[in-house]
């Protein structure tokens, strides 16, 4: 504002400054006027403001236009500090994440392992409590987040061992066509010959017998 206000007194010099003032006193009224040419012959002229050159006025005129050149980037690096003052107070007002918390070292997490720990070691051990305890351990260790993600992962490793398992089984499947290097089943499989043996999936090991090979 301050900056503002020196810029529009000086347009006001300016302006003024574009022709000559000349006081004007009365003498026996003492009455005042101003004027650009000249006084009433009885009255007293005070020159306020003589006449200038053109190339005065031009040299003033330069002068405004950096005074408000001046200004303008003045407004512009206050709008930016405003903008990056805002910035920087949303991102403090932002909530943070919390740090994640660590139950490893808590007492519930030490009372559960025990538990744990009587249930494998007696004489009798039960299986089913041995489950149990095992999952209390874990939600008070790891936090209940982690042992359901923990659940999800064993669910999804034991369907894929079931699933090798059920491809390990006996299974006969019949040859479509046959070369010096092996076979292709009717299960879509490659079958390459290694001595009197052929080499299935899953590394397992088959037998040619007539028209069908038979893995174990």
């Not at 403001?49 to 407004?75: F, V």
Request: charged content about 25%; aromatic content about 4%; proline content about 4%.
């Amino acid at each position: 504002m301050r900056l503002l206000s020196l810029f529009l007194l000086q347009i006001i010099v300016i302006g003024a400054a574009h022709a000559q003032v000349i006081k004007c006193v009365d003498p026996k009224t003492k009455a005042v006027s101003f004027t650009d040419g000249a006084c009433p012959a009885t009255d007293r002229e005070i020159l306020i403001e003589p006449r200038h050159s053109a190339q005065y006025y031009e040299n003033e005129n330069i002068k405004a236009q950096e005074a408000r050149e001046r200004i303008d980037q003045s407004l512009q690096r206050e709008a930016q500090e405003t903008r990056l003052l805002a910035r920087d107070t949303q991102q403090q007002a932002s909530p943070r994440e919390p740090a994640p918390i660590d139950n490893s070292n808590s007492y519930e997490c030490s009372i559960a392992k025990q538990a744990l720990g009587v249930a494998q070691t007696n004489n009798k051990p039960n299986l089913d409590t041995i489950a149990l305890k095992r999952q209390e351990a874990e939600v008070a260790c790891l936090g209940a987040n982690a042992h359901v993600q923990l659940e999800e992962a064993r669910e999804k490793r034991k369907a894929e061992e079931l699933k090798i398992a059920a491809e390990r089984t006996t299974s006969v499947v019949y040859m479509t066509s046959c070369d010096q290097s092996g076979c292709w089943g009717s299960d879509g499989n490659r079958y390459n010959a290694q001595g009197s043996t052929l080499a299935g999936p899953h590394d397992r090991t088959c037998q040619k017998l007539g028209n069908t090979v038979q893995c174990q």
